[in-house]
């Protein structure tokens, strides 16, 4: 089955303890994204990889890092949460081809992360 | 910056009838925009989309449309039902930005049995 698949989808955790939310996509797209859900704001962009080892800020980049080694795996790094981090985090996915794409993404189910 | 606004933030209406969502977006060089639906607990789902040089397109009893010229799009749902309550989202893609997606804060629609 076609799926993104993000890890933990609950984590309650304190102030300045470093967190790594994983996210894995098993339909071989190049697009991967991060974003964020706020009550009143709607999803914001974090960070996006159109490929292995090429990633850029979104939206609201300050206070994560991600990577991209393999095509699959976009994990999200917050370094030193607080409590301004506490939200409902999503990761995408999509078949990407030239400057844009025509194909709708992939979301996985969201991560609830509260930062205490 | 774009924004994308989507009016009224919640609808409910009684289980049958049809009903329309808007969404409006500031900057018309869209490369495509998406429909989704959102659940309590759960991921978005990919309901339509309609690529800028598309004026509707269709799935089922939904019926999404999209002008452009004035920065607006509607989700048609045709013979509503219970199990069409849920959050639903309209995104644009722009064309200065790889797939990236900006999102209105959602319409949550409650149809009553």
């Known amino acids: 089955e076609a799926q993104v698949t993000q890890n933990p989808r609950y984590l309650i955790t304190v102030t300045g303890k470093k967190l790594t939310v994983t996210c894995s996509q098993n339909?071989?797209?190049?697009?991967m994204s991060w974003y964020r859900q706020d009550p009143g704001l709607g999803l914001r962009q974090i960070y996006y990889?159109?490929?292995?080892?090429?990633?850029d800020k979104g939206d609201v980049p300050e206070g994560y890092k991600v990577s991209r080694k393999e095509k699959r795996n976009f994990p999200l790094i917050l370094e030193s949460p607080s409590p301004n981090q506490t939200s409902l985090y999503f990761c995408?996915?999509?078949?990407?081809?030239?400057?844009?794409?025509?194909?709708?993404?992939?979301f996985g189910d969201g991560t609830r992360l509260s930062i205490l | 910056k774009q924004e994308v606004t989507q009016i009224p933030a919640a609808l409910s209406v009684p289980e049958g009838e049809n009903l329309v969502l808007n969404c409006s977006f500031t900057?018309?060089?869209?490369?495509?925009l998406q429909w989704f639906r959102q659940d309590p607990g759960k991921g978005l789902t990919s309901l339509l989309l309609?690529?800028?040089?598309?004026r509707e397109q269709t799935s089922g009893r939904l019926n999404a449309s999209l002008d452009k010229s004035s920065g607006r799009s509607t989700l048609y749902i045709a013979a509503s039902q219970p199990g069409d309550s849920a959050t639903y989202l309209c995104?644009?893609?722009?064309?200065?930005?790889?797939?990236?997606?900006?999102f209105g804060t959602g319409t949550r629609l409650t149809v009553i049995p």
């Open positions: 309609i690529q800028s040089s598309q």
């Open positions: 900057d018309s060089a869209i490369y495509n």
């Open positions: 995104a644009v893609s722009y064309q200065t930005g790889a797939n990236n997606l900006f």
């Open positions: 995408a996915s999509s078949s990407f081809v030239g400057q844009g794409s025509n194909q709708p993404q992939h």
């Open positions: 990889s159109m490929n292995v080892e090429v990633t």
């Open positions: 339909m071989n797209h190049e697009y």
